[in-house]
């Protein structure tokens, strides 16, 4: 009889050393031995008209708030135009995954027709070992 208290305390200290948040964290910290998926994630921003349809901006601006850094998506060939045609724009990918690893990052976005801007927004992202992630922030954006 005196084996089931013993044993119950063994499985006990197993369960606390498996599911503690100490394990956790070294986790999170430790990305090697994470397998990630094979996506490659962006957050995106959708602007429309009031009525609704997609918005072909002339440009855009997305900058890291804390330092200004300038991460606007450099685009080659007709890659511009086919956002133009969606009215969604890229704010941050996976590229910068491991340089937010285990972070949360202010960017801003803003949109421009003619020069002039008419649309911007501020957004809280994040990265894991694997992906960026979206924290905060409206990412349907109608232009009034």
């Known amino acids: 009889m005196r084996l089931r208290?013993?044993?119950l305390g063994i499985i006990i200290l197993v369960f606390e050393a498996c599911y503690s948040d100490k394990?956790?964290?070294i986790n999170r910290s430790d990305c090697e031995q994470?397998?990630?998926?094979?996506?490659f994630r962006t957050i995106t921003v959708s602007v429309q008209n009031s009525d609704g349809e997609p918005v072909?901006?002339?440009?855009?601006?997305?900058?890291?708030q804390e330092?200004?850094?300038?991460?606007?998506?450099?685009?080659?060939?007709?890659g511009f135009e086919r956002y133009q045609?969606?009215?969604?724009y890229p704010v941050f990918n996976d590229l910068f995954t491991a340089e937010y690893r285990n972070d949360e990052?202010?960017?801003?976005?803003?949109g421009?027709?003619?020069?002039?801007e008419v649309v911007s927004a501020i957004y809280k992202a994040g990265a894991d070992c694997c992906h960026v992630y979206l924290i905060s922030g409206e990412t349907n954006l109608v232009l009034e």
């Open 67 to 78: 330092n200004d850094k300038d991460i606007t998506e450099t685009l080659i060939g007709d």
């Open 5 to 7: 208290p013993f044993l």
């Open 23 to 25: 394990d956790d964290n």
């Open 85 to 88: 045609e969606s009215g969604s």
């Open 112 to 116: 421009f027709l003619s020069e002039e």
């Open 34 to 39: 994470l397998a990630c998926t094979e996506e």
């Open 56 to 64: 072909a901006l002339d440009s855009i601006k997305v900058v890291i």
């Open 105 to 110: 990052v202010n960017i801003s976005f803003s």
